[in-house]
């Protein structure tokens, strides 16, 4: 199976190359993000603290995330693999996604970290606040939001660069450049 980790600060471009990925490699799309803003919408308990949490540019607990993830995964099984976007966020997510995809008789193949500029993150999430209205689109809490990726996310990475698997895609050109750049990686590792 081919199980990527898709990984970027936020504005990095994620969700539109995962899709294209997706497409290009017959894998099953699981974000987080998805899944919890439906989560909200839906009005779930989850949701309801979930959607306090993102609204102040927090993180979900792992508990809550890892128990979605895993029922996503056995729900999408058997597939060609996953691409997983906006999971793991923390070295213990990462672990426990370890954990889920074990128990499915398989494991992740790679991390692809997404890099650009902190300018055109913040650029492009203001134009996605406009264009889509999303609410957790402010210059406030896309600051946060960066921040925490930072601090806290991004070593995330380490897990994956001891193990061999932690590969970067510039991102700040066109979606279909960075594609390329993901389907190169992946022909030459997979």
């Keep these: ?10 504005g990095a471009g994620k969700g539109t190359v995962a899709k294209k990925v ?3 490699e017959n894998l099953v799309h699981l974000s987080t993000g998805d899944m919890l803003r439906e989560e909200i919408e839906r009005g779930s308990a989850p949701g ?12 979900v607990p792992d508990e809550t995330v890892v128990a979605m993830v895993r029922e996503f ?22 672990k426990e996604l370890d954990a889920i995809m074990a128990a499915q008789g398989t494991a ?14 913040i650029r492009r999430m ?10 957790d689109d402010t210059i406030d809490i896309i600051s946060k939001r960066i921040a925490t990726y ?9 897990y994956y660069k001891v193990q061999n698997k932690y590969y970067t895609v510039d991102s700040s050109a066109t979606p279909e450049n960075t594609l390329q750049q ?9």
């Design 108 to 121: 992740i193949t790679m991390m692809i970290a997404l890099e650009v500029s902190e300018d055109e993150i």
């Design 73 to 94: 995964v056995k729900r999408k099984m058997p597939c060609r693999g996953f691409i997983f976007d906006g999971f793991p966020r923390t070295t213990e997510q990462a």
């Design 1 to 10: 199976m081919l199980n990527i980790v898709l990984f970027g600060p936020p």
């Design 150 to 158: 930072h601090e806290k996310i991004k070593i995330t990475s380490d």
């Design 182 to 190: 993901i389907l190169l990686v992946v022909s030459h590792k997979s």
């Design 126 to 135: 203001l134009s996605r606040a406009a264009i889509e209205g999303r609410p």
């Design 22 to 24: 997706v497409q290009q």
């Design 48 to 59: 309801k603290e979930a959607g306090q949490l993102i609204a102040r540019g927090q993180l």
